[in-house]
């Protein structure tokens, strides 16, 4: 949603609308972490009333679809992309390899037996 | 020989006491498992990297050292103003005296 996104660009990868809402995404639910997980723990707590968990699981449910940590998607930083990632270097088997192979990537190199 | 139960429970509130642990017998669910976990909000956030500062933001934060350098692409973009403005094809000048003829009157 637009009126989370910050003002001037803050990124420094390669910028796609998909990598502008997923950055936008991970800050909003930065932000609402600590508000998710205090209704979590009242959500879960059975000493709490019955009442108070329930109005606590309304709550939860209607905060913004940006606050949930399931719209996160790694993607590639070279990119953009969002399928076959690797997460230990942020890039997708493509970029990964082009850049592996060019030796930009520290400590990788091809192997072969 | 068997234990009273509520001997047993003794023996593990005094064991809870003594390692500072909670004394929850009937393991009734508090919900703590939620509060012990981290917060994954910050390392979620540094993903992507952060935008690096260009020639302008360089020229700002040195010019007060006396130190300049040369923006190759503002310069293009002046030079092609410059160009424009010479064939009479430039932005018009602002208009002035405020902003009284703005827009249509009703």
């Not at chain 1, 399931?70 to 953009?80: D, E, F, P, V, Y």
């Not at chain 2, 509520?6 to 919900?31: E, H, V, W, Y």
């Not at chain 2, 130190?67 to 602002?94: T, V, W």
Request: aromatic content about 6%; glycine content about 8%; some cysteine.
């Amino acid at each position: 949603m637009a009126m989370f996104r910050a003002k001037k660009l803050d990124l420094g990868c390669y910028v796609n609308i998909g990598v502008i809402r997923d950055h936008t995404k991970r800050k909003v639910f930065e932000a609402a972490e600590p508000e998710r997980q205090a209704l979590r723990y009242m959500i879960r707590n059975t000493t709490l009333p019955q009442r108070t968990r329930a109005m606590a699981q309304l709550q939860l449910a209607q905060m913004h679809a940006y606050t949930r940590p399931t719209q996160i998607r790694n993607r590639c930083i070279m990119s953009g992309k969002t399928r076959g990632i690797l997460r230990d270097f942020k890039m997708s088997r493509f970029q990964f390899r082009i850049n592996a192979l060019q030796g930009n990537i520290p400590g990788v190199k091809k192997a072969s037996w | 020989m068997s234990i009273p139960r509520a001997r047993l429970l003794d023996l593990m509130k005094a064991r809870c006491q003594l390692f500072s642990t909670t004394f929850n017998p009937d393991g009734i669910r508090t919900g703590n498992k939620v509060l012990r976990q981290r917060l994954r909000g910050p390392a979620l956030v540094q993903y992507y990297p952060g935008r690096l500062p260009g020639i302008k933001e360089l020229r700002q934060a040195f010019a007060s050292q006396g130190l300049d350098c040369i923006d190759e692409a503002e310069e293009d973009r002046l030079e092609h103003i410059e160009g424009l403005k010479a064939r009479g094809k430039g932005a018009p000048k602002k208009k002035k005296g405020g902003d009284t003829a703005k827009g249509k009157k009703r």
